[in-house]
């Protein structure tokens, strides 16, 4: 695979009983970051992994039905994480960002969407479809929040169903076959099912030869791989498929425990994210 550069880098959290992240969890509320992938191709320029939190979501989730959304998952955007404010913490040159790539449309991942409108947003299609359908309310209770994706972005969109299908290296086994979705085997997407409607991972190889798979939802945290421990029935339920989600987590599980090199990073794991924040606030 041609190699790229990577930083996985915090914008944002929210505060969320950790028993709703996994079985078995405590009362206490957790502070869940929201992690964006900065990969650096060594042709294209910057793409982003997600966007994480950020002042839109506030405004999205003023009204009802939308608010509920808030007050079930409460996010704290600190003034460092602002957009402008926060590329400069990260010496991110916005120039230099080529586009944007979508795990799944929920909203503490697609919070920051309207700052790249006008770049390519390589996404799910079935996932784009879900945001723009059914009422509000229904929205809302599957974690959508149509505003923060700008309706001219759609024409930008790449959907990952019509890449290209190429096969993964082994130490991303058991997940053999990616969607290539630069054309030139750099970064490549795995489907990973069952979190929502569309919920892709991402696999790649960093400069130093590090295997990485972006898991996006499929996990919150590596512990529920180590532990092969899933959120309750009644958290991916609503949100997913939980049938779906188990499958996809044991497959998380064999690829741990049969690709000891191979960094699996959920989106909202802190402990995972420690080693690859770079040089910049590690
Ligand atoms: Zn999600």
């Known amino acids: 695979m041609k190699r790229v550069g990577f930083r996985w880098l915090e914008r944002g ?29 060594p042709e294209r320029g910057l793409f982003l992994f997600d966007t994480g ?32 404010a926060w590329l400069a913490a990260h010496d991110i040159a916005e120039d230099e960002i080529a586009g944007l ?13 309207r700052h790249l409108a006008g770049l390519p947003m390589y996404c ?18 599957k974690g959508l929040l149509s505003a923060l994706v700008p309706q001219t972005m759609e024409g930008q969109a790449c959907f990952f169903e019509d890449a290209p299908e190429v096969p993964l290296p082994s130490a991303f086994a058991p997940f053999t076959r990616g969607r290539d979705i630069l054309g030139d085997g750099s970064l490549l997407m795995v489907e990973l099912p069952g979190h929502c409607a569309g919920h ?20 919150y945290t590596s512990r529920a791989i180590t532990e092969n421990t899933p959120p309750p029935r009644y958290v991916t339920g609503m949100l997913g498929d939980t049938a779906t989600y188990r499958q996809t987590l044991a497959q998380l599980v064999l690829a741990r425990a049969g690709n000891a090199e191979l960094a699996i990073l959920p989106s909202h794991c802190p402990i995972a994210a420690a080693a690859f924040r770079g040089g910049d606030d590690a």
């Open 13 to 41: 959290s929210c505060r969320h009983p950790e028993f709703g992240m996994i079985q078995g969890g405590s009362l206490c509320p957790v502070d869940f970051p929201a992690l964006v992938g900065v990969i650096a191709h």
């Open 124 to 141: 799910a299609r079935v996932g784009l479809t879900a945001l723009r359908s059914g009422s509000r309310l229904a929205r809302v209770r």
């Open 53 to 84: 939190y950020d002042p839109a979501f506030i405004e999205a989730t003023g009204p009802f039905p939308e608010r509920i959304y808030r007050w079930t998952t409460p996010a704290s955007i600190g003034a460092g994480e602002e957009w402008r």
């Open 200 to 219: 892709w991972g991402l696999a790649f190889v960093t400069g130093e030869g590090q295997a990485v798979l972006l898991a996006g939802d499929a996990v």
């Open 101 to 113: 790539i979508v795990s799944h449309f929920h909203g503490d991942h697609v919070a920051g969407a």
